[in-house]
């Protein structure tokens, strides 16, 4: 827990949110400046800075962060029409919130390579 961190205070409720799936480490909501009409934000409890704090210890969270990210994209049929899952990683890659989140992005065609 960082206190001065944005999702480590929603994660423990400071900030109220609506979260659509919790669990003891693992928490979504939906993003607040929806990019797609599915824009969903996967995020661990525990505060991360980026991808770069991710060690050996933590693959059995990453990988649960990528189960819920199937569920979540198959209770909206995303699994028919494909979604992308995108974690921003530091300046160049535009990561503003410090502490690791995975985006779902789905229900349109999206554009490759990014912008
Ligand atoms: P990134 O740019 O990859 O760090 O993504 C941060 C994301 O957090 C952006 O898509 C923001 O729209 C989103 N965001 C920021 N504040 C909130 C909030 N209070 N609730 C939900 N999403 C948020
Ligand atoms: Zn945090």
């Not at 209770?75 to 535009?94: I, K, M, P």
């Not at 919130?97 to 390579?113: A, C, D, E, F, T």
Request: proline share 5%; charged share 20%; hydrophobic share 35%.
């Amino acid at each position: 827990m960082n206190k001065d961190c944005l999702f480590c205070k929603i994660g423990t409720g400071a900030i109220p949110s609506e979260k659509i799936y919790e669990s003891d480490t693992i928490f979504a909501i939906n993003d607040i400046n929806p990019q797609a009409p599915t824009h969903i934000l996967i995020i661990p409890k525990e505060h991360y800075s980026s991808l770069l704090d991710i060690e050996e210890a933590d693959h059995e969270l990453m990988g649960s962060i990528i189960s819920v990210a199937n569920n979540l994209a198959k209770e909206r049929e995303l699994d028919l029409s494909g979604y992308r899952l995108v974690v921003n990683c530091g300046e160049n890659a535009g990561q503003s919130v410090m502490h690791i989140h995975y985006h779902i992005l789905g229900g349109r065609s999206l554009k490759w390579p990014p912008g």
